[in-house]
Structure formats: structure tokens, C-alpha cells
Nanobody, 125 residues
Framework: VQLVESGGGSVQAEGSLRLSCVFS????????MAWFRQTPGKEREGVAA????????RYADSVQGRAIISQDSNMNAVHLEINDLKPGDTAMYYC????????????????????WGQGTQVTVS
């Protein structure tokens, strides 16, 4: 199972970026996918999550209204768009996937996910 992220980089404050994550491996479809972020010395925090197929989403308060998580029609890729970026959005962003059932209230919990990407750095200045 592999998760491959792309789209990170350096962005100016108030700008936008779009991260992408492709899921491949023995399980063609995951149940849900999510984006997490982490800065040195801090816990990995959930940013946004989506149920694959059904499309229901959940967002962290820190990005609510600024972020959109979406899935490809082939249901093995998700994208995260964040607008009005702030320096506080600077972090390593990780894609995660679960092929087990995840309750809506647990979508942003890192313990809900079995598969993780290597991460892509986002720096906002």
C-alpha cells in the first residue's frame, strides 16, 4: 500500500495551494482518507477528512471555511485546497488512509488510519 503526496512548497500568506494524494496497493478503495499536519515538537493534527465514495467531509476548526477536501472520480486520490494561507499553516502535511470503518467523530484522529504517506512540506511566509 502506498500513499504519494504532491503539491507542497513555499507560498506567500493569503495565497492558496492544492495538495494531492494518490492511494495504490492491494486495496483498491479506501474507506476514508485524510490530511494531517505536523510541526516539530507538536502532535500530528487532523486537518480534513473525507469518506471515499459518499463524500462526506470533516474539517479542523483551524481550516474551516478555508479548506476543501475532494476526491477523484476513480476514488483513489484526494486533494486538499487551502485558501487564505497563514504562517500558522506551515507544517509537514501527511496523507492518510483507512480501509476500516471510521466513525465521523474519529475522522481527524490519527489512530483511525493505517496507511500514511511520507509527507510534503508547506511553508507560508
Amino acid at each position: 500500500v502506498q500513499l504519494v503526496e504532491s503539491g507542497g512548497g513555499s507560498v506567500q500568506a493569503e495565497g492558496s495551494l492544492r495538495l494531492s494524494c494518490v492511494f495504490s496497493g492491494h486495496t483498491k478503495y479506501s474507506n476514508c482518507m485524510a490530511w494531517f499536519r505536523q510541526t516539530p515538537g507538536k502532535e500530528r493534527e487532523g486537518v480534513a477528512a473525507i469518506y471515499i465514495g459518499g463524500g462526506a467531509t470533516r474539517y479542523a476548526d483551524s481550516v474551516q471555511g478555508r479548506a476543501i477536501i475532494s476526491q477523484d472520480s476513480n476514488m483513489n486520490a484526494v486533494h486538499l485546497e487551502i485558501n487564505d494561507l497563514k504562517p500558522g499553516d506551515t507544517a509537514m502535511y501527511y496523507c492518510a488512509a483507512s480501509d476500516s470503518g471510521v466513525a465521523w467523530w474519529s475522522l481527524l484522529d490519527k489512530e483511525s488510519y493505517q496507511y500514511w504517506g511520507q509527507g510534503t512540506q508547506v511553508t507560508v511566509s
